[in-house]
């Protein structure tokens, strides 16, 4: 997810990788913040925004959900066979 003014990452830099994605979703984050959006100190709105699609993330994960060490989680897409 970057930021619409993140010139670290820039989004169009994203809208190239994600044209050699298999089944990608990019969100831009419109945000005055650039790269720092979502971190300490900047706009709410930013951090509901990162929050809520973390959140729809993990909940589409569903089965695929485990936890691999002692904080990391990482979901397994359906698709991947094993």
Same mark, same amino acid.
């Given at each position: 997810?970057?930021?619409?003014?993140? +010139?670290?990452?820039? !989004? $169009? &830099?994203?809208?190239?990788?994600?044209?050699?994605?298999?089944?990608?979703?990019?969100?831009?984050?419109?945000?005055?913040?650039?790269?720092?959006?979502?971190? +300490?100190?900047?706009? !709410? $709105? &930013?951090?509901?925004?990162?929050?809520?699609?973390?959140k729809a993330l993990?909940?589409?994960?569903?089965?695929?959900?485990?936890?691999?060490?002692?904080s990391l989680l990482?979901?397994?897409? $359906?698709?991947t066979p094993g």
């Amino acid at each position: 997810m970057p930021a619409s003014t993140d +010139l670290y990452f820039p !989004p $169009a &830099d994203n809208e190239f990788e994600v044209k050699h994605m298999p089944n990608p979703a990019l969100q831009v984050v419109d945000t005055p913040w650039g790269h720092f959006a979502g971190g +300490l100190g900047t706009g !709410p $709105a &930013d951090i509901k925004v990162l929050d809520d699609a973390l959140k729809a993330l993990l909940a589409s994960c569903g089965q695929g959900l485990r936890r691999s060490g002692p904080s990391l989680l990482r979901c397994r897409q $359906a698709a991947t066979p094993g």
